[in-house]
């Protein structure tokens, strides 16, 4: 799993996996969600909102929306190694780069261009250099000095040398959605200059290389990662969560391609089931509904596992969406401030780990930890975290963007600050409520690129003209929609 910096063991991550808007489409609809007699219906038309400057979308003001989308996009242009052009895993709090932030700042960059926040040679320049440090940066088994091994990258790296933070692992969903970015710039960038054409090769290269059934250490699913000490770490991506990306990549390598079979066993352990009045594959934190939707556009598109449902995997993450709203509504924990408009659990910074007692109750409060409420999964302390409604603006936007919105007219600048909302907070915890004073890349990342694919569907629809990332969704068994269609890239 991808988490920021945090104190989590891999055994206690592994026992999580087991454990469009609103279809306002014309897209046809069944009980379950989507009609699946006609595949040929499942492709739905475009959700782009028009938005002029003064106008209110679902209650919320649009200029609300855009400043919201360019302070995130700043904390990506601006917190960065200018060494080696990697990320920050938070701010202002300094202590190493990730490679898994580097992936969402790639699409940021490219927001950034549509936007007309930086020129489009600004950003070609950023993505030529993000890459070709990757390229060159030493790859190789010593757990010293490497910043990864057989294409794959290490969590953290240090600042400067780009080497190794600590005794991080190799992961590979980190690695995943770090070439999920490196594959959206090489298809964004179709010009014929000498910087545009150096990113597709770079990105070709990269991609490439990255020996995705070497992770697969001879098991039918793969291992989240490997420490030179010690080997591959026994935990197994198994079942429906975020590293839905990571078994794309892996089946659309051309070079070192996962096993065909490998997409059905993965499936094979989802969780469905029943959480407040939503059916769907259960996962706990919002992140693992958001991440791989942040790059692939899923809306109706069917794997076999769904067409066996009825639905899709967006249609999924909508229902996920709006179950962890409908929990946090009903607030089994009586925890200070939730309702309608503040709510949304999933991987975030917390305010201590301590025990206190607060009205007669224990609560045990967290540091950073993957919080979520799903089907057989609760970890919830109280903490709030924006970023998962605004990971899911796509799906459910009337709900996502007003508790945006009212969580940031609430709380004002002690929570929306200069790139926009800080990590999380927990009014429960002492009397004038604890407010992270960390901005976290990978939650930074699911507001501007969700924000943008509702808008405009920008990266869905730069991601759709990449073979590799079609050529994986093929091989899952993934069929109808804009699948079906002929891809128009110019490479």
Not at 156 to 170: A, H, I, M, P, S
Not at 197 to 226: C, F, H, K, P
Not at 260 to 268: A, K, L, N, P, R
Request: glycine share 10%.
């Amino acid at each position: 799993m991808v988490f920021s910096s945090r104190n989590l063991n891999f055994k206690t991550i592994s026992l999580t996996l087991f454990v469009i808007l609103i279809y306002g489409f014309n897209y046809p609809m069944n009980g379950n969600g989507l009609d699946t007699k006609n595949e040929d219906t499942l492709s739905p038309p475009s959700n782009t909102p028009s938005i002029a400057s003064d106008s209110l979308l679902y209650g919320v003001p649009s200029d609300f929306i855009e400043d919201l989308k360019q302070r995130t996009f700043n904390y990506f242009w601006e917190v960065v190694d200018t060494k080696t052009w990697q990320t920050d895993d938070r701010y202002p709090s300094r202590s190493f780069v990730s490679v898994a932030a580097t992936g969402f700042a790639l699409p940021a960059y490219i927001i950034g261009i549509h936007n007309n926040y930086i020129t489009r040679e600004q950003g070609a320049e950023r993505v030529h250099n993000v890459l070709e440090w990757l390229w060159n940066a030493p790859q190789g088994d010593e757990p010293e000095g490497m910043t990864g091994h057989r294409g794959f990258f290490y969590h953290f790296l240090n600042y400067e040398t780009g080497t190794r933070y600590k005794q991080v692992e190799l992961s590979t969903i980190d690695t995943a959605l770090l070439m999920a970015g490196i594959l959206t710039a090489q298809s964004y960038f179709d010009g014929n200059n000498s910087t545009e054409t150096q990113i597709r090769e770079l990105a070709d290269s990269l991609y490439q290389r990255v020996e995705w059934n070497w992770a697969m250490n001879g098991n039918s699913t793969m291992s989240m990662g490997w420490h030179p000490e010690s080997g591959f770490i026994e935990s197994q991506w198994e079942g429906y969560d975020e590293s839905m990306i990571l078994m794309v990549l892996g089946l659309g390598s051309p070079t070192h391609p996962i096993p065909d079979e490998s997409w059905e066993v993965w499936t094979s352990t989802n969780k469905w089931a029943d959480f407040y009045g939503y059916e769907h594959i259960n996962f706990g934190p919002l992140f693992g509904h958001q991440y791989s939707h942040m790059f692939i556009d899923f809306r109706g598109i069917q794997d076999g596992y769904m067409r066996e449902k009825g639905i899709d995997y967006f249609e999924n993450s909508r229902r996920a969406t709006l179950a962890n709203r409908a929990y946090c509504i009903d607030n089994p924990g009586n925890f200070k401030g939730y309702g309608e408009n503040i709510w949304g659990l999933t991987a975030s910074d917390g305010p201590a780990n301590e025990t206190k007692t607060i009205q007669g109750k224990t609560v045990k409060f967290h540091t950073y930890t993957a919080r979520g409420a799903a089907s057989g999964y609760i970890v919830d302390d109280g903490t709030i975290v924006p970023t998962a409604a605004g990971g899911s603006v796509p799906f459910a936007p009337e709900e996502t963007l007003n508790a945006l919105y009212t969580m940031k007219e609430t709380f004002g600048d002690k929570l929306y600050a200069e790139y926009g909302f800080l990590d999380a907070f927990n009014l429960t915890y002492q009397e004038n409520g604890w407010f992270n004073p960390d901005y976290i890349g990978i939650d930074q990342g699911p507001i501007i690129i969700q924000l943008e694919n509702y808008q405009t569907e920008l990266i869905w629809n730069t991601l759709k003209e990449n073979k590799y990332i079609r050529n994986g969704l093929i091989k899952a068994g993934f069929k109808g929609g804009w699948i079906n269609k002929k891809m128009n890239t110019k490479h």
